[in-house]
C-alpha cells in the first residue's frame, strides 16, 4: 500500500461519505486496509452496515472476498453480503455489521477464560461456519478468534469473517460431475496467524480442510486455558513447542473428545475430506456428558435473542433481508445520467463504478 494510498484510508473519519454512505466510525485495520461502520438513509429508515476499505494499489484480496462471501450466502453462519465497488483510491466491500470478535469477547472473559459450557457451543458453530466454506471448495487459512464475531442483534449466532487469504482447493466439474482437487504445492507460502496455525503450516506443506479445523482447535484451547503455552513466541520457537509439547499438557483442563479430535486432525493429509459429523458427535457428546443446554444464551448473551437466533437460522427469511437491503441501496448508487449535471463529489471522491461483480479466479490466490 503506497504511503499516499494509505493516508486516504487513515484520513476517513466520522461524517465523510463514500457515495451515499456516511462513515459512523473506524471498527478496525488489518493488513491491507481498515473496517467502518457506516449508515445510509432510505426514506425515513437508517440502515447501518460495514464497510471494508483497501487501496487499488494493494493485492486485490477484497474482490476474493466479495466472490466467496456472495457464494456463502446460503450459510447463517457468514454476514450478509450487500455490496462491492471502488472509488479511485480503494476497493470497498459493504456487508452486515456484526457484533464483538470473539477476540475482544475473551479479553473482557474472568481470567480470559471462557466457560467449558460456552466453548463447546463455540465449537459446534465454528465447526458448521467452517463446513459450510469447505463445501463451496475453499479454505479459510487465518482461523483465529478475531475472525470470529456475534450477532449484532442476535449475539448467540456466530458469524465467520475475513476471507482474504482463503484459497480454492478444488473445482466441481459440472459435466463429469467430478471434484477436481487441485494439486499441493511442493513449497507453500507461510499463510495464517502464528498462534494459532496447524504444525503443517510452519512446515511450509499446502494447507487443506483439516488446517482449519487444527486451527480451530487451538483457538478453543486457549478459551479453555485462557492463553496458549506458545502465545507471544516467534514462529521459530512456536514451531518447536508445537511440535514437542503433550497432549497432556497442552489439553488440561479440556474434555477428553478434544484429544480425539486433535489426534485425528493430525493424522490427516490434504487430500483427505475430515469427517465433520464424528467431530461434531466428539463435541456433542462431551456436551450431553456435562448436561449442557445447549439452547441457553452464551455467557455474553441474553436468553431474549433465542427468538432472534430461530429466525435468522431461516435461508428465506436471511434471503429477504438481504434482498430488501440490496434494493435500498441499488436505488440510491451514485451514478449521473447522460444530460444531467454532476453530482457534488463527497469528501474522499465519487465514486467511479459500485456494485461491481465480484467475480474473480480465486484459484490463483497464493
Given amino acids: 500500500m503506497s504511503a499516499r494510498s494509505d493516508s486516504k484510508l487513515l484520513g476517513l473519519k466520522a461524517s465523510d461519505t463514500v457515495g451515499d454512505w456516511t462513515v459512523v466510525k473506524k471498527l478496525g485495520r488489518g493488513g491491507c486496509g481498515a473496517v467502518f461502520e457506516v449508515c445510509t438513509k432510505h426514506m425515513s429508515e437508517t440502515k447501518h452496515l460495514a464497510m471494508k476499505v483497501e487501496s487499488r494499489d494493494s493485492d486485490q484480496l477484497l474482490r476474493v472476498e466479495a466472490g466467496i462471501l456472495k457464494r456463502m450466502q446460503y450459510s447463517k453462519h457468514v454476514p450478509i453480503f450487500v455490496a462491492a465497488g471502488r472509488t479511485s483510491v480503494f476497493n470497498f466491500l459493504l456487508m452486515e455489521l456484526l457484533g464483538k470478535s470473539l477476540s475482544e469477547l475473551h479479553k473482557t472473559a ?91 503450516v510452519h512446515k511450509h506443506l499446502e494447507q487443506g480442510r483439516h488446517d482449519d479445523l487444527w486451527s480451530m482447535m487451538y483457538m478453543l484451547i486457549e478459551f479453555i486455558a485462557g492463553r496458549l503455552p506458545w502465545k507471544g513466541l516467534d514462529r521459530k520457537e512456536t514451531a518447536v513447542i508445537k511440535q514437542t509439547i503433550s497432549n497432556r499438557r497442552l489439553l488440561q483442563g479440556c474434555p477428553k473428545q478434544f484429544g480425539v479430535i486433535l489426534e485425528y486432525i493430525s493424522l490427516l493429509h490434504y487430500h483427505q475430506r475430515p469427517d465433520y459429523d464424528q467431530i461434531e458427535n466428539l463435541f456433542v457428546t462431551a456436551i450431553q456428558r456435562r448436561k449442557i443446554d445447549r439452547k441457553a444464551p452464551f455467557e455474553w448473551g441474553d436468553p431474549k435473542n433465542n427468538e432472534c437466533a430461530s429466525r435468522m437460522e431461516a435461508p428465506n427469511e436471511k434471503a429477504k433481508v438481504m434482498s430488501s437491503i440490496k434494493k435500498q441501496l441499488t436505488k440510491q448508487t451514485p451514478t449521473t445520467a447522460k444530460g444531467q449535471g454532476k453530482r457534488s463529489t463527497s469528501k474522499v471522491e465519487q465514486l467511479e463504478e459500485t456494485l461491481v461483480d465480484s467475480e474473480v479466479d480465486t484459484t490463483q490466490c497464493t
Fill in 110 to 200: 474472568p481470567h480470559r477464560q471462557f466457560t467449558i459450557a460456552t466453548v463447546l457451543k463455540i465449537a459446534l458453530q465454528a465447526l458448521n461456519a467452517l463446513r459450510d466454506l469447505h463445501s463451496i471448495y475453499f479454505i479459510h487459512r487465518d482461523v483465529k478468534p478475531g475472525n470470529f464475531a456475534s450477532g449484532l442483534k442476535n449475539v448467540n449466532l456466530l458469524y465467520i469473517l475475513d476471507f482474504g487469504l482463503s484459497r480454492q482447493f478444488a473445482t466441481y466439474d459440472v459435466k463429469t460431475k467430478a471434484l477436481k482437487l487441485r494439486k499441493p504445492r511442493p513449497r507453500a507460502s507461510f499463510r495464517g496467524t502464528v498462534a494459532y496455525c496447524s504444525v503443517n
